[in-house]
Structure formats: C-alpha cells, structure tokens
C-alpha cells in the first residue's frame, strides 16, 4: 500500500474513533439533560404587589397540561393552598400516576401577600401557623384591597360583590399583579383545563362567561364531582360575580371549574384526590 493509502486509512480511523467517542460522550451526558419523571420544575410566573413570588410546580412531561390554583383567595381560604401543597407532595412521592400525555402544573398560592396577612410565614406553612380566634377575612384581598376573583376580564366591573358586600375589582382588568401571573401562565402554557381550589362552599361550580358552558367544562365539573362526591352546580347565583377567572378562561375557550371545599380548615384530601385522578383519566390517551 502506498503512502496516501496509509495516510487516508489513518485518517479514517482517527474520524471512526472521533464519533465512537463523540457516541460515549452523547451516551452519557442525554439522562443529565432529560428531565427524570419524579423530577419537579418551578417556574416563577409573577409577584404580588409585595413583592413575593407566585411559583407554578410542574410535573411530568406530556403535551396536555392540567393546572391546578390553591389559595387565589388567600389567608381567607388558607387551607385551598394546604390542599395544593399536598397535592404537591403527592406528585414528588408518585411520579407514575401521571398518565405519559399529560403535564400536570400547580400554583399553590396565588395571593401570597393576603395569605401572609393571617398566616406571618413566608412561603410554606401549616394549619397550626393559623392563630386561633383570628378574623381571616382582611387575608382575602390583596395588598391593593382588591379582590382578585374580581379582577379578570369577563363582564368585569370596577366594583363587584361578595357575600351581598360591594368588593374592589381594581381599576381594570388584570390590574393586579397576581392576575397577571395567572394569565401569564396560561398564555405560555395552554392548559386544557384548569381547576380552581375554594372554600366553602361544598361544591363544583362549571364556569362562563358570555356563550353559556363548554361542553367540555360541563365534562371536567362532573367527572370531579362524581368522583369526589362534591355536588356539580352550573353556576353560582347566590349574588352576582363579576370579573372571575373562571369565567375569563371560558371567554378564551378553556375549561375551567371551582372546587369549593366543605370548610375553610380541612383539606378534604381523600375526596380531591378521586376528583383529581378522575380527570387524569378523562385527559389521558
């Protein structure tokens, strides 16, 4: 063989020792780079008026996304976000209930300056951080005194109800930080369903706004009502609301239901797991 025919033999082989190592190297580094399923992201999608952040905690991997939000009402209705902060747990200890198609995303609290207000902590709490014979309501709004169940845009009005009192909506539509964390969520997740956690109304209330309920609200309302065993209502009449989340995201074609627990201290977890499973279910492929 002459001398080219050696030289081209060894650059040959230097090029198929190159990519064998290039492979190794490849082999190695892919499992570091894909996200293991029990593995939890955390995004910060916004902050309160206060300044504290409104984290989403995601799970799995599927192109369906479900969202899940705790404690919109704050330190009024602090155990939807113990609830949340369960549901949390549950995801971290049991990674494959997740069905492979869905994305399973949680905001605990998102009204962390009114939840602050009754509780003192920052961030994470428990049921004992809650002082006893303590008024829980001024923990329902938000540092701006706003009301954030008021504050999004479907049929909104600069002053809503609550309970037969007149509320605070801000003074537009998503003029609240929190709402806008929300929203700003939505817009880059595009959950197909999202389920905000209440109390207590003992209840699962479909949503809408101004072309009555989507099939497929009226589809996730009973499908977490029957398993849970919370009455299914299609809507909430006791007084007029205006400006709720809820209502927004059926305006923009996504379904959306309350989940109104029984009390304003127990987490009810047993009946909002069924209800939550069962929409794994309805979602899964």
């Known amino acids: 063989m002459g001398k080219w025919g050696v030289i081209t033999l060894l650059a040959l082989a230097v090029v198929l020792a190159a990519g064998a190592f290039a492979f190794v190297r490849l082999s190695q580094i892919e499992p570091q780079v894909l996200l293991a399923p029990s ?19 995601s799970f799995g991997q599927g192109e369906t996304v479900l969202l899940f939000v705790g ?69 329902r709004f938000n540092a701006n005194n706003v009301d954030l169940n008021r504050n999004f845009d479907c ?10 009192e007149v509320v605070s909506a801000g003074s537009a539509a998503f003029s609240e930080p929190e709402a806008r964390a929300i929203r700003y969520f939505v817009w880059n997740h595009d959950p197909s369903a999202v389920v905000f956690w209440h109390s207590q109304s003992n209840a699962v209330y479909a949503s809408e706004c101004e072309e009555g309920i989507l099939p497929s609200t009226r589809a996730v309302m009973n499908a977490y009502a029957t398993a849970s065993g919370y009455p299914a209502v299609d809507s909430f009449d ?3 609301i205006t400006g709720d989340a809820e209502g927004w995201l059926a305006s923009i074609h996504i379904p959306a239901i309350t989940v109104e627990l029984k009390t304003h201290e127990d987490v009810e977890w047993e009946r909002n797991l069924a209800g939550v499973t069962a929409l794994f279910n309805l979602y899964k492929k």
């Open 155 to 164: 049929k909104w009005k600069p002053e809503s109800m609550w309970r037969g």
């Open 71 to 139: 404690g919109i009402h704050g330190g009024y209705e602090w155990n939807s976000t113990l609830l949340a902060y369960q549901f949390i747990d549950y995801l971290k200890a049991n990674p494959k209930v997740i069905p492979p198609n869905l994305t399973i995303a949680v905001i605990p609290s998102a009204n962390p300056d009114g939840l602050h207000v009754v509780t003192g902590a920052e961030g994470r709490f428990a049921a004992a951080d809650i002082p006893a014979q303590t008024t829980t309501v001024p923990g």
């Open 238 to 240: 006791a007084y007029e």
């Open 39 to 57: 593995e939890v992201k955390t995004e910060i999608v916004g902050t309160s008026v206060e300044g504290r952040a409104i984290t989403a905690y």
